[in-house]
């Protein structure tokens, strides 16, 4: 387990997870998890971040609409997170979380039959964590935000221009593409709708049906009305030429100039993790379509399982930067009245204890 990569003038995390137990271990250390990371440590919880170190934006040369940090690069904006999270005591280690595990020595949840609290006596640790290097942590709560994987179309030249001249959203590229000549790589049912919407940012944009569906009557009514040049046949690859991307190459060897190519990646919830604790991912729908699949929550971010949170992309697949931030500090916020419940109800019942114990027998 190493430090993650260096933020200056970060009080300095260890680099492993000194204590054993913590009350949260926050798994993900993106913009979800460094907020919720960061409520927890101010609410002077004990908390572990675990990061892998592979946030989803990392090929984009900025963050886009995040109010007071327009335009930041996305490892900058992590990294004053890292020193926000650690400022306020949070730790914070490098590394992947592989095994998580429900304690049954777990706190008792409610009360008994007669009112009494159920949980009096000290209790264990509800989960254990197991990271790749073979490090185990116990933790009272769980906070998930290991985010989603982008399913690109398999199209030669997509994955190497992904996150520059190949993008997908239009309120993180949107402005930075303005006026220049734009391609929609049409893979299913969004095509239409996607070159609709990339219209507002350019008058340049034509939609590659490729092996997404033909357009009906009113779409194409409604494309023509809007300027929207539409292109048959497959597409077989996006020429990139010096890194940047040149055109847009059919079947038949026609080469069709474009600067921006707009995907729909398939979002994939990674939420795999979860399964050890019996949650598994579901479709998650726009429009009626399938975007992909995501872990769900209730708004706080609780899941089905007691003591289980998530927030950003693993439970809104299509959560922005400032977005999953808000859900991470709302499901810190929620851990830690979650845990003053539980400790309240123990304090109560250890002082009901005491009384009975220490009054005159009759
Ligand atoms: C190319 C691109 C550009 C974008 N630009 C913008 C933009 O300009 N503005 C905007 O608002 N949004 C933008 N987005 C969306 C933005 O990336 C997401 O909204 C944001 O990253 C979601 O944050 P998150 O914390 O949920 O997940 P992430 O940022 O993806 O962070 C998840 C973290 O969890 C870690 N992790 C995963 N599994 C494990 C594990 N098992 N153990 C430990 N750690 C783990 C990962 O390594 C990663 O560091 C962009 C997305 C893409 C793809």
């Not at 680099?15 to 798994?27: D, M």
């Not at 927030?311 to 009245?337: D, F, K, Y």
Request: charged share 20%.
């Amino acid at each position: 387990m190493t430090v993650p990569p260096a933020s200056t003038g970060t009080p300095a995390p260890t680099g492993s997870p000194a204590a054993t137990h913590h009350e949260v271990v926050v798994i993900g250390g993106g913009p979800a998890g460094l907020a919720g990371a960061t409520a927890l440590a101010r609410a002077r919880r004990s908390v572990l971040l675990v990061d892998a170190g592979a946030p989803r934006n990392a090929p984009a040369g900025g963050v886009h609409n995040y109010l007071g940090h327009e335009g930041t690069p996305p490892g900058q904006l992590l990294a004053i997170g890292r020193k926000e999270v650690t400022g306020y005591g949070g730790r914070i280690v490098e590394g992947t979380v592989t095994r998580l595990e429900r304690l049954t020595g777990g706190a008792v949840e409610g009360t008994t039959t007669d009112g009494e609290a159920a949980d009096a006596e000290p209790v264990g640790p509800r989960f254990r964590v197991g990271l790749g290097d073979g490090t185990t942590v116990t933790a009272d709560r769980l906070l998930i935000t290991t985010g989603l994987i982008d399913e690109l179309p398999d199209v030669p030249g997509v994955a190497e221009g992904w996150g520059h001249d190949v993008l997908h959203c239009p309120y993180c590229h949107g402005w930075e593409v303005r006026d220049r000549a734009i391609g929609i790589l049409s893979t299913g049912p969004m095509g239409v709708h996607q070159a609709l919407m990339w219209r507002q940012w350019s008058e340049d944009v034509t939609l590659f049906v490729h092996t997404g569906p033909e357009p009906d009557e009113e779409e194409y009514e409604q494309l023509a009305a809007r300027g929207v040049a539409v292109v048959d046949g497959r597409v077989t690859e996006l020429r990139i030429e010096r890194g940047r991307l040149r055109g847009v190459v059919l079947e038949d060897g026609h080469v069709i100039g474009r600067e921006a190519v707009i995907v729909a990646p398939r979002f994939t919830a990674r939420g795999g993790l979860l399964a050890d604790l019996g949650i598994t991912p579901v479709d998650q729908e726009v429009e009626g379509h399938v975007i992909g699949s995501h872990i769900t929550a209730d708004p706080t971010g609780a899941t089905e399982v007691p003591g289980v949170w998530v927030a950003g992309n693993v439970g809104v697949l299509t959560e922005q930067v400032i977005g999953s931030a808000a859900a991470g500090m709302r499901a810190g916020s929620m851990i830690n009245a979650d845990l003053i419940k539980e400790e309240t109800r123990r304090a109560v019942a250890a002082r009901r204890r005491s009384a009975r114990e220490t009054a005159p027998v009759s």
